[in-house]
């Protein structure tokens, strides 16, 4: 079984500001590991994921994540948000092997964006 | 880009009533889900569905909830009787076969409302 933790569940940030969102994972098994967020009153768009490969991962919206093996982390950061940043983003796992097997969610961080 | 879409967007029913929740998964794709999220928790996975079966379950998904995918473009959640605890966004996904290596694509949910 997988568990995701996110450590905080809101974020407030100025504009132009760099953020991190932290998200530590629990498996007894090899995981991939996904980013997705929310936009208000929308569904769950990939952000980005890491299968393997090089830890450095890099998404859409400016947006990358580091995995890191050791401390079971995949935290989330750019460097300079914007105001349309605002939104939910939930870190996810899934085992890899068959397409279907579930994916399991964090909390969710709420990050709110100030000008 | 391919769309999963969930219709509708938003129904409020009569506690004890069924509800059928439609979803239209990406046309080559092969796996399809359910997704819950009641407000301010996590995204909760509710059953997977591969070659007109249910491969994976939670849970959350008793005696009440039953899926079908009728007409090979349709992927329907339906709920028997509805509490007022079965209140949340539903959330449809699919993805396509392989070695498990893919972020789903979401749809926009439905917000089910029991009253």
């Known amino acids: 079984a997988q568990s995701v933790t996110q450590l905080d569940s809101q974020v407030p940030v100025f504009e132009e500001a760099p953020v991190e969102l932290r998200c530590n994972y629990s498996s007894s098994v090899s995981v991939y590991l996904f980013w997705y967020v929310q936009y208000p009153n929308q569904g769950l768009q990939l952000l980005l994921k890491y299968l393997s490969g090089s830890t450095l991962v890099k998404g859409i919206n400016g947006f990358e994540a580091e995995f890191n093996k050791s401390q079971t982390s995949f935290h989330l950061r750019k460097p300079s948000v914007h105001i349309s940043d605002t939104a939910e983003y939930f870190c996810?796992?899934?085992?890899?092997?068959?397409?279907?097997?579930?994916?399991?969610f964090g909390g969710g961080t709420r990050v709110l964006v100030k000008p | 880009e391919p769309e999963v879409t969930q219709t509708p967007s938003h129904q409020v029913t009569q506690m004890g009533q069924e509800v059928i929740l439609r979803c239209v998964p990406i046309s080559n794709h092969l796996y399809f889900y359910w997704y819950r999220q009641i407000l301010g928790q996590k995204v909760e996975f509710l059953v997977s569905?591969?070659?007109?079966?249910?491969?994976?379950k939670s849970e959350i998904f008793d005696d009440q909830f039953s899926v079908e995918r009728p007409d090979g473009s349709n992927f329907t959640l339906k709920i028997r009787s509805t509490k007022l605890e079965d209140s949340a966004m539903y959330f449809c996904a699919s993805s396509p076969a392989g070695t498990g290596g893919y972020g789903y694509t979401f749809g926009s949910g439905t917000r089910l409302t029991v009253v």
């Open positions: 569905f591969y070659n007109n079966e249910i491969s994976e």
């Open positions: 996810a796992v899934r085992p890899p092997g068959a397409a279907g097997n579930k994916l399991t």
